[in-house]
């Protein structure tokens, strides 16, 4: 890929007060803020990391967004599953170039652009067609057509069945994901893993109730709390705010019959 930018690339531009603004390149275009605005001009066929002047004198870095950085300044029609939780979501399901994935609850393609960037292979289920719109935008904007081939939305409800067989993977963000362990069952393979990703401990409870009364095995329930660090000179000491509950990480194993 090409490292200098060009039109119709997404630029991440940040400020001396290290807050961050998406851009998408367009020729002509403008960035505005209250200090002044940038030209798009001054970004297309250079280089990522050089430093734009707005007409007022700030100063604006220019980079790629990473994939962490673009999910909390993409176009949301629901919340997302923060990137504390998706890289872990990653390593519990143990995905790999070329594993059949469905995803039920795409929302706004946080959880979906993160399987795909990783080389999976995506079938996302979503009751609301406005979602998953939004999720297919999304996907294709920051993995080009390359990635948008690797992932496919239906709009239908996932407590009504799931169509595709011999997965390699299930991955569950819904209120209610005991309903979907016995069609997970059958659309899995033996050894296949099933993911889930819930806001409450009760919600935790009867999925595990529901787990155990199935071929699911190796149960897990975990959350993952974050913790930034001030580090400036000999003020060395945890960040006030932490990124702490977000939601609790459920994944088991089908075992064969």
Known sequence: MSR???????????????????VTLTEGGEFHTHAG????????GEREGLVARSTAGARYTAVRPTLAEFVLKMPRGAQVIYPKDLGPILVLADIFPGARVVESGVG?????MTLVRAGAD?????????FAAKARDNVAGFLGSEGAERYRVS???????????????????????WRVVKAAEAALHSG?????????????????AA???????????????????HVEGASVR???RMVAHTGFLTHARLLAD
């Open 238 to 240: 945890p960040d006030h």
């Open 192 to 208: 296949g893993i099933m993911v889930a990703y819930l806001p409450t401990i009760g919600q935790v409870a009867q999925l595990r």
């Open 37 to 44: 605005y940038v030209r798009h001009d001054q970004l297309i």
């Open 155 to 177: 709009v239908r409800d996932v407590y009504d069945g799931i169509d595709e067989t011999d997965l390699d993977r299930i991955l569950l963000d819904l209120p209610e994901p």
């Open 4 to 22: 200098e930018f060009a039109v119709g690339d997404r630029v991440l531009l940040f400020d001396s007060k290290q807050r961050r603004y998406l």
């Open 211 to 229: 787990l155990d009364a199935s071929r699911f095995a190796l149960a897990e329930t975990l959350e993952i709390l974050q913790r930034s660090w």
């Open 108 to 112: 706004s393609g946080a959880l979906s």
């Open 122 to 130: 995506v079938t996302g289920y979503e009751l609301r067609e406005d």
